[in-house]
């Protein structure tokens, strides 16, 4: 194994960053089980329900927004959290007049906006740091998939330009790489087949 010493400083941080990312994937992985099963528990309630009146399925309404509004602040994700507010907000709309539905309505409209900004202020910030740090077509797709998961957000159209841009230029690189390694094997099997002539006219003689 290579000693810690030999290494440069470049390759320390290379290191030190894929072992935060592996330990970021394995806390979103975690997360996002947790998120499946709390889920599940709200899909649960509703399947094959009897008949209700008209105050039993306020109530039943009121209660599940009330799940997803207590369920919402312990999803992982921003953008999981605004949708679990805006889905409460829905079922208290749908239960209006009952208990307290409306003002808790507007609460959760509330929280899924503020919820909504930070996960565009984050997402465009991420943005930024993935159009400083592309390499590769690869990282350009990563970028262009948070660029339209905040397309909604104006100030992210020069990102996207911008993702363009960068995209169209390691295309052109990929293909001048593909042109200069056919060229190389052309020249290659040129002058193999040189030798060979050479050879064999060197032998007859």
Same mark, same amino acid.
């Given at each position: 194994?290579?000693?810690?010493?030999?290494?440069?400083?470049?390759?320390?941080?290379?290191?030190?960053?894929?072992k935060r990312a592996l330990r970021k994937k394995r806390?979103?992985?975690?997360?996002?089980?947790?998120?499946?099963?709390?889920?599940?528990?709200?899909?649960?309630?509703?399947?094959?329900?009897?008949?209700?009146?008209?105050?039993?399925?306020?109530?039943?309404?009121?209660?599940?927004?009330?799940?997803?509004?207590?369920?919402?602040?312990?999803?992982?994700?921003?953008?999981?959290?605004?949708?679990?507010?805006?889905?409460a907000a829905e079922l208290f709309g749908e239960a209006?007049?009952? #208990? @307290?539905?409306? /003002? !808790?309505?507007? %609460?959760?409209?509330?929280? +899924? =906006?503020?919820?909504?900004?930070?996960?565009? #202020? @984050?997402?465009? /910030? !991420?943005?930024? %740091?993935?159009?400083?740090? +592309? =390499?590769?077509?690869?990282?350009?797709?990563?970028?262009?998939?948070?660029?339209?998961?905040?397309?909604?957000?104006?100030?992210?159209?020069?990102?996207?330009?911008?993702?363009?841009?960068?995209?169209?230029?390691?295309?052109?690189?990929?293909?001048?790489?593909?042109?200069?390694?056919?060229?190389?094997?052309?020249?290659?099997c040129v002058a193999a087949a040189v030798v060979i002539?050479?050879?064999?006219?060197?032998?007859?003689?």
């Open positions: 194994m290579e000693n810690k010493k030999d290494l440069t400083e470049e390759e320390l941080k290379e290191i030190r960053r894929r806390l979103e992985k975690k997360k996002a089980l947790e998120q499946l099963r709390m889920r599940s528990l709200l899909d649960e309630e509703e399947k094959s329900e009897p008949p209700e009146t008209a105050e039993e399925r306020c109530r039943r309404l009121y209660t599940k927004a009330k799940k997803k509004m207590g369920f919402a602040p312990h999803m992982y994700r921003r953008e999981d959290q605004a949708d679990m507010y805006r889905q209006a007049g009952y #208990e @307290e539905a409306d /003002a !808790l309505r507007e %609460e959760c409209r509330e929280r +899924a =906006k503020e919820h909504r900004a930070l996960y565009i #202020e @984050e997402t465009y /910030a !991420l943005i930024n %740091e993935q159009l400083a740090q +592309a =390499k590769t077509l690869v990282d350009c797709h990563k970028m262009r998939k948070n660029i339209n998961a905040i397309a909604d957000f104006k100030e992210v159209e020069a990102q996207r330009r911008a993702c363009d841009d960068l995209e169209q230029r390691l295309l052109r690189r990929e293909r001048n790489q593909k042109i200069l390694k056919i060229f190389a094997a052309a020249v290659v002539i050479y050879i064999q006219g060197t032998v007859r003689i």
